[in-house]
């Protein structure tokens, strides 16, 4: 399985962003799959997740701002970044967890894509 983010770039503070990530390979059944960012000297951080039911879970930073979602039929999770501030500025990872039968679920990690928010 893997993973392609795309979506990132330079905008301004209060702008707007989406992001994707398509899974691809072979591919039996994604369960979550979530965004993580990595800013510079910081650790990476959940961002958001979403289940394949379609149940989210937000950072507290990101609350309000952000929304996930994910098209099942594409493999695809999405990120509509709102209102972005300079502190959101991170490298954006898309993650997906993958099952097959008779092996137990694993999880994937897409090459990051790069959001800068400028003052």
């Known amino acids: 399985v893997q993973l392609q983010a795309s979506g990132g770039g330079l905008v301004q503070a209060g702008g707007s962003l989406r992001l994707s990530c398509a899974a691809s390979g072979i591919i039996f059944s994604i369960q979550s799959m979530a965004w993580y960012r990595q800013a510079p000297g910081k650790l990476r951080e959940l961002v958001a997740g979403?289940?394949?039911?379609?149940?989210?879970n937000y950072a507290d930073s990101v609350k309000g701002r952000f929304t996930i979602s994910r098209d099942n039929s594409r493999n695809t999770v999405y990120l509509q970044m709102t209102s972005l501030k300079p502190e959101d500025t991170a490298v954006y990872y898309c993650?997906?967890?993958?099952?097959?039968?008779?092996?137990?679920?694993?999880?994937?990690w897409g090459q990051g894509t790069l959001v800068t928010v400028s003052s």
């Open positions: 993650t997906a967890v993958h099952s097959r039968p008779g092996a137990p679920p694993r999880n994937y």
């Open positions: 979403i289940s394949n039911g379609g149940t989210t």
